[in-house]
């Protein structure tokens, strides 16, 4: 007899559960709640939801220790005041962009069968709500990371740094605060700068950053930088896009400079790590030609772009490896 912890069938249910995660964040029950505990009937007002469903919905969250009833009366529990916007180490923008990118991963088995997904939505295109819940999403993964990151390079040698597809400045705002002297140049799309301006001024470093406007894929790069960050960007690109990309970089560096990679440094045999093998899936089903790639790719691509001296600073579970370039 198969125990219940060795049921084969608990990981195919796991989204099962995800889904109800997902959904009662996209209701933002959990937000309701960190004001205070709830009836069902409260909440169904709210969200607007049918009473019963969203009491269904509710049971649950206490079965996962979300969420804590007694009497009728639903509470936040420390584990689900996470998935709250209140909470200051949030991950509802995370959970928000799973959400997001729940379609294209219904669509897997078509995208193994075809090699590329038929039915993928951008989130990019997919709307101003898609793409806040991504830029916040990257923020949730980045603002402990970038730190770790920005600790273990020395950054003295250089003046300003490129931050390319730099989202709302989580890396920007962990090296210029390891690197006082440091000045910065962050690009993105002219959606997302807004919210890299709001960040910066949180943290007092609007001053020292130019934000820039631009696509990495069609415009020109900024230059006048001797340190450029590609943090969580080779993985949406294809082989080809990451070497002409790579090229954009080494005409624009100043003498003297570097490029940094930050992302999935994969295993020869690219089972490991783990969660890189899983990261290239969502790669599959969510881009055109993105994918996680091995040390050994990444310093063939920036071989071809003209990068001389490759090294493999860091590897890591996290998407936490580094790469370091020189023209």
């Not at 997902?22 to 409260?42: N, R």
């Not at 082989?239 to 990309?245: S, W, Y």
């Not at 772009?305 to 936490?320: N, P, Y």
């Amino acid at each position: 007899m198969v125990s219940h912890r060795d049921d084969p069938l608990e990981d195919v249910r796991g989204f099962m559960k995800s889904r109800i995660l997902l959904s009662a964040a996209q209701l933002d029950v959990f937000t309701l709640l960190h004001d205070g505990p709830s009836s069902a009937e409260v909440l169904a007002g709210k969200t607007q939801c049918d009473l019963r469903a969203l009491t269904r919905l509710l049971d649950c969250l206490v079965t996962f220790g979300h969420v804590e009833k007694a009497e009728g009366i639903y509470r936040l529990t420390e584990k689900g005041a996470l998935f709250s916007a209140k909470h200051p180490e949030s991950v509802l923008p995370m959970v928000l962009h799973m959400a997001h990118i729940w379609h294209n991963w219904h669509h897997l088995t078509e995208t193994v069968r075809l090699g590329r997904n038929p039915q993928r939505r951008s989130i990019v295109h997919s709307g101003a709500d898609a793409l806040a819940a991504f830029i916040g999403a990257m923020h949730v993964v980045g603002r402990n990371l970038a730190q770790e990151i920005a600790a273990c390079l020395d950054l003295s040698p250089y003046k300003r740094l490129l931050d390319i597809g730099g989202a709302s400045g989580t890396y920007t705002i962990a090296f210029l605060k390891r690197q006082p002297s440091l000045e910065a140049v962050l690009y993105d799309l002219s959606d997302v700068l807004p919210m890299a301006r709001e960040r910066l001024e949180a943290h007092g470093l609007l001053s020292r950053v130019r934000l820039v406007a631009g696509d990495f894929y069609s415009d020109p790069l900024p230059s006048g930088c001797d340190l450029a960050l590609l943090s969580a960007i080779i993985h949406q690109n294809s082989p080809e896009e990451n070497v002409a990309l790579y090229r954009k970089i080494r005409d624009v560096l100043e003498p003297g400079g570097c490029l940094l990679i930050r992302d999935h440094i994969m295993e020869p045999d690219r089972t490991r790590p783990a969660a890189g093998a899983l990261f290239a899936i969502n790669m599959l089903v969510n881009t055109e030609g993105g994918d996680t790639y091995t040390f050994e790719e990444i310093q063939a691509g920036l071989t071809t772009a003209g990068f001389r001296k490759v090294e493999l600073l860091r590897t890591g579970d996290r998407m936490d490896g580094l790469i370091r370039a020189f023209p």
